[in-house]
């Protein structure tokens, strides 16, 4: 099993997880262990179906400290994405974690 963090999320309008910054971490370490790099939500979701654990990382004044876990949360439609485990908690939501800037438009050449 392995363990990733989510840094920064992108959300659509109805703020629902569309993209994220993460990677995998040391959990020997408390540290990356390897670089960030963008993903569709749909490799969260693959890895929380593979097992592995996938932590949201909350802002502080040290940095980021890992609070809740992510888990899938599935809708009618089939489509897929993830929602933070546990009841609500104070600063500690979606809306909470640092945001992913939009992609910049492509432009043609």
Do not use: C
């Amino acid at each position: 099993m392995l363990v990733f963090a989510v840094s920064r999320v992108r959300l659509d309008k109805d703020g629902r997880v569309k993209h994220v910054l993460w990677g995998r971490v040391s959990t020997r370490a408390n540290a990356w262990a390897g670089p960030e790099s963008e993903a569709p939500v749909k490799q969260v979701v693959n890895a929380s179906h593979a097992g592995h654990r996938v932590f949201a990382l909350f802002p502080s004044e040290h940095g980021h400290v890992p609070e809740r876990r992510f888990i899938v949360v599935d809708y009618d439609n089939g489509w897929e994405t993830v929602s933070l485990a546990g009841p609500p908690t104070h600063e500690r939501e979606i809306h909470d974690m640092n945001g992913l800037a939009a992609p910049l438009p492509h432009r043609k050449p």
